[in-house]
């Protein structure tokens, strides 16, 4: 999993080499306006000092600096001229651009990998093309690709059968063990650490996952952005902003399942979104990917 956002992030540094902001949502429309052409922006389009945008009536934007994490937003009818630190408005009513600043803390803020690794995931999807996953074995138990996680852990897994499941900690003493019949198994709570998670269903195939439980530290800076994401959506409901740069900040910390449901529930929220969609196929990409061949 360490690789695969490893290819992400340079898939990201590549995708985003000159930025000054990323478009973290967008309503109506809205245009890029080049020298020569004028192209419609879509969501997660990484803007580059000196581009210029124009919104028509109706239309609205949110675009992210990666210098600080404000977010400015814009509301047509108006013309925008994007800057290093700060989008300046060329043309419109007044109020018509608002700058909101980021979180309490930087916990939201885009200015780490997060969001290139959110940008790269879709740049990686969109590259890949169209394949037909395999069938799943009629035995054994399959574990999402997900290895490291906050406490409790949230266990996925793919299960024809029952199937008995141990915990064991660093030593290999048991320290929690359970049955599944389902996709979705809630652990114990566990100090951090690293562990084994086996699983032997009724055909006695044997199974296991090694993952890794996230320090205080981190698991403190995740539960913050989850509550810094829940006030501005709160307090500004069907933004979509606050949504993709928590998927931004779970995709940090190595949380997949997490950054697949936001996704997931962003485009239940945004139905026919192609850009939603490619991030959240994506995701599932990365949490089940296709086994390799021999």
């Known amino acids: 999993m360490r690789k695969a956002l490893l290819v992400l992030v340079l898939l990201a540094a590549a995708w985003a080499a000159e930025r000054a902001a990323v478009v973290t949502d967008i309503v109506g429309p809205v245009f890029v306006v080049g020298p020569a052409e004028t192209s419609p922006a879509s969501l997660l389009r990484v803007l580059a000092p000196g581009d210029r945008l124009e919104l028509r009536a109706g239309a609205r934007v949110a675009l992210t600096a990666f210098a600080d994490g404000h977010t400015d937003v814009a509301r047509g009818p108006c013309r925008l001229e994007i800057g290093t630190a700060r989008t300046r408005m060329t043309d419109g009513p007044a109020g018509a651009l608002q700058s909101l600043p980021p979180g309490r803390t930087r916990a939201l803020v885009p200015k780490g990998e997060n969001l290139e690794r959110l940008g790269g995931s879709i740049v990686s ?4 093309t169209a394949s037909v996953p395999p069938l ?24 024809l059968s029952p199937a008995r499941l141990t915990l064991l900690d660093e030593s290999g003493s048991e320290v929690w063990s359970g049955r599944t019949t389902g996709n979705e198994v809630a652990g114990p709570k566990l100090p951090a650490g690293r562990y084994t998670l086996l699983a032997v269903d009724e055909e006695a195939f044997e199974s296991e996952l090694a993952f890794e439980v996230m320090g205080s530290a981190e698991a403190a800076a995740v539960t913050l952005a989850r509550q810094e994401a829940a006030a ?6 069907g933004e979509l902003s606050p949504r993709l740069l928590l998927i931004g900040v779970y995709l940090e910390h190595g949380l997949l399942g997490e950054a697949l449901d936001e996704a997931q529930t962003a485009e239940r929220e945004r139905p026919g979104q192609p850009q939603l969609r490619a991030l959240v196929r994506s995701l599932e990409k990365q949490l089940w990917p296709l086994p390799d061949l021999p």
């Open 136 to 159: 799943m074995s009629r035995a054994g138990v399959r574990f999402s690709a997900q290895e490291r996680f906050s406490s409790p852990p949230r266990f996925r897994l793919e299960t």
């Open 232 to 237: 501005s959506l709160k307090s500004r409901p």
């Open 125 to 128: 999807c969109l590259q890949q």
